[in-house]
């Protein structure tokens, strides 16, 4: 391994992630660990200059105060303890916090500031290769950002030992199937299965008006489609996932409960027995894109904006008919493309369109029409918990209302969607 680490020891402090964030801007890798690790265990880390433990508001678990055992109090690791009994070794203030943390990670423990993608992405390779061996590797490549950069660290690491399967059930957004085949298949020669599933998602989804349901449906088929290409495979031992350390620290740590449980793959049948491959599960978003950009993979895959499993299902409101979700497609690409050329791309947090099953009575080429609206929804948030709409030029929206309405088939109206969350959700369905 070629980066020193420190590793925080979980004692209940909600700023853990926080820390482990500061040291690696700070250039020193950090992880979190539970407050139960054996010496051994910390040990068998690699390249440990240090320990943080840092007590917080949840140290009391089911009525009991945890702690590190006496064996990490004693080792000659140096160590930053945060003791809620007392003594606080924080400074007050922001900027005098980064100065303590920078004076112990790099005067105390004597760390190198040596964490950068290009080391991380050698150690993974690294460490891949010797925990695949000359097996197989099967990762479900949905296309965004998390799927996309596992592909590409496996596929440096173990080639065509990797088979990537794409599964297009007809609800993604204009040109991203066309664009996982081109980046995996033609510029980086992956082993990818592109399965065409269109129709059959569309057929089962045929009526189904109630979002939880399309949902449900979405998910569930996804899961036997990709349960089918596995058993076609042969001999393969390993599932490669785009877990990511906010998938870890949401899913609940032994002294936080968990926000919510995520499963990448999840539900797939037990019998199809993988051991898993996450080499992602150790970064932060931010440090996901950076390693994807490091890869090689383009801009547009690596900063997408954040875009729902059940993608445009949940945009074509109410049953899914083929001519509005083709109109959503089509509408949701002319506003990524007004918006990327005008400077907002990166800037607004999440923007889309979405479809409601609604007809209104319109003129075009003196002729009345009877045809579908379309509503724009342009989003800033931190968590996705709330969110307020995004000031866009008006003279901006009137353009995109003139490409909607003349180059997408069966629309006459475009509506901007004004509400903040609450009282709005962020996505219509
Ligand atoms: P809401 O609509 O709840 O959305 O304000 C918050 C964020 O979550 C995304 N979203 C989903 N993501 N599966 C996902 O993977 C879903 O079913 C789903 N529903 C909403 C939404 O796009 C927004 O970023």
């Avoid at 064996?71 to 690791?77: A, L, P, R, S, T």
Wanted: charged letters at 30%; one cysteine or more; a negative charge.
């Amino acid at each position: 391994m070629k980066q020193d680490m420190i590793v925080v020891l979980d004692l209940g402090s909600e700023e853990n992630p926080k820390i482990a964030r500061e040291i690696r801007a700070l250039g020193v890798y950090s992880e979190i660990h539970p407050h139960d690790i054996t010496l051994a265990e910390l040990n068998a880390l690699p390249n440990v200059k240090g320990i943080i433990l840092n007590g917080g508001p949840n140290r009391v678990v089911d009525g009991v105060e945890i702690d590190v055992s006496q064996e990490i109090y004693d080792c000659d690791i140096p160590a930053l303890l945060v003791d809620h009994r007392g003594d606080d070794p924080w400074p007050a203030g922001e900027e005098a916090r980064k100065t303590a943390l920078k004076n112990f990670v790099f005067t105390i423990c004597g760390a190198e500031a040596n964490w950068n993608m290009d080391n991380f992405i050698a150690d993974q390779v690294e460490l891949i290769r010797s925990q695949v061996g000359d097996k197989k590797v099967l990762l479900a490549l949905s296309g965004g950002v998390d799927s996309s950069v596992v592909a590409a660290l496996l596929i440096k690491a173990i080639g065509r030992q990797l088979t990537c399967v794409h599964v297009n059930h007809g609800l993604l957004r204009k040109g991203e199937p066309e664009q996982v085949v081109q980046v995996f298949r033609n510029e980086m020669d992956a082993n990818l299965v592109y399965v065409d599933a269109v129709d059959r998602f569309l057929d089962k989804l045929a009526g189904v008006a109630e979002p939880e349901k399309k949902r449900k449906i979405i998910g569930g088929e996804f899961i036997r489609v990709f349960e089918e290409e596995a058993r076609k495979l042969d001999g393969i031992q390993f599932l490669g996932q785009g877990t990511i350390y906010p998938d870890i620290i949401e899913s609940g740590t032994k002294t936080v409960k968990a926000v919510k449980s995520h499963h990448n793959v999840g539900g797939l049948p037990e019998d199809l027995d993988f051991e898993l491959v996450e080499p992602l599960k150790m970064l932060f978003k931010d440090e996901v894109r950076a390693c994807g950009k490091a890869l090689g993979l383009p801009d547009s895959m690596v900063y997408r904006q954040p875009f729902p499993g059940p993608g445009l299902g949940v945009r074509c409101l109410g049953a899914i008919t083929r001519d509005r979700l083709e109109a959503v497609r089509e509408s949701d690409a002319i506003l990524r493309e007004e918006f990327a050329k005008n400077g907002l791309e990166g800037k607004v947090w999440q923007y889309f369109t979405a479809i409601p099953d609604l007809k209104s009575v319109g003129v075009r080429d003196n002729r009345r029409t009877d045809e579908w609206c379309v509503i724009i929804r342009a989003v800033n948030t931190v968590d996705a918990m709330t969110a307020t709409v995004e000031n866009v030029p008006f003279n901006l929206l009137q353009h995109i209302t003139d490409r909607i309405t003349s180059e997408v088939k069966g629309v006459n109206r475009v509506l901007f969607d004004l509400t903040p969350k609450p009282t709005g959700t962020i996505e219509w369905e």
